[in-house]
């Protein structure tokens, strides 16, 4: 039986979607897309490419899924990963928008069939955030802030580059 807290992580998980799509719905460059700021490495297409990967292949494996990126994204995307200033090493834009909405609706379904023993689970003990969460509760937890993490930086490349940021301002 679908738990209270797996509904509520659900809905979460979908709010902090939102604030990602924002920063989808607007109109990049190449040149913007790969544009650093400052000391960072990080750019727009990075951390777009890099949420697809967190939804889809480190939160679905956590929760027991099947991921469906490609395996390309792991040397693109993942942990410890280090952003190119290339635009032709990544998938296009509409692409990688396609695979995030497709990847929230799926996850945030899962999430909401869950029970309150499947959230207690552990992670599998190959996963890389294992050390960190010790249960599925604990990664649905912290999923938000990390969506939102990653939409603090896309805001600011976008406003060191004169663009307004991700919800217009």
Same mark, same amino acid.
């Given at each position: 039986m679908a738990s209270i807290r797996a509904e509520?992580? +659900?809905q979460t998980f979908l709010a902090a979607h939102q604030f990602v799509m924002a920063a989808l719905k607007h109109q990049y460059s190449?040149?913007?897309l790969t544009k650093t700021a400052?000391?960072?490495h990080t750019n727009i297409v990075w951390s777009i490419g890099h949420l697809v990967w967190a939804y889809d292949v480190a939160t679905a494996w956590a929760?027991?899924?099947k991921?469906? +990126?490609p395996e390309s994204y792991n040397k693109l995307f993942s942990f410890g990963t280090r952003p190119s200033s290339r635009i032709e090493d990544y998938p296009s834009l509409e692409t990688l928008t396609q695979q995030m909405e497709a990847a929230a609706e799926r996850l945030a379904a899962h999430i909401a069939s869950m029970s309150?023993?499947?959230l207690a689970k552990p992670l599998p003990p190959e996963h890389p955030l294992a050390p960190f969460f010790p249960?599925?509760?604990a990664v649905l937890s912290v999923a938000p802030f990390h969506s939102g993490?990653?939409?603090g930086q896309i805001a600011l490349l976008r406003t060191s580059q004169g663009l307004p940021g991700v919800m217009g301002g």
């Open positions: 509520v992580h +659900a190449s040149e913007q400052g000391q960072s929760l027991g899924l991921p469906e +990126a309150d023993a499947d249960s599925r509760d993490y990653h939409v």
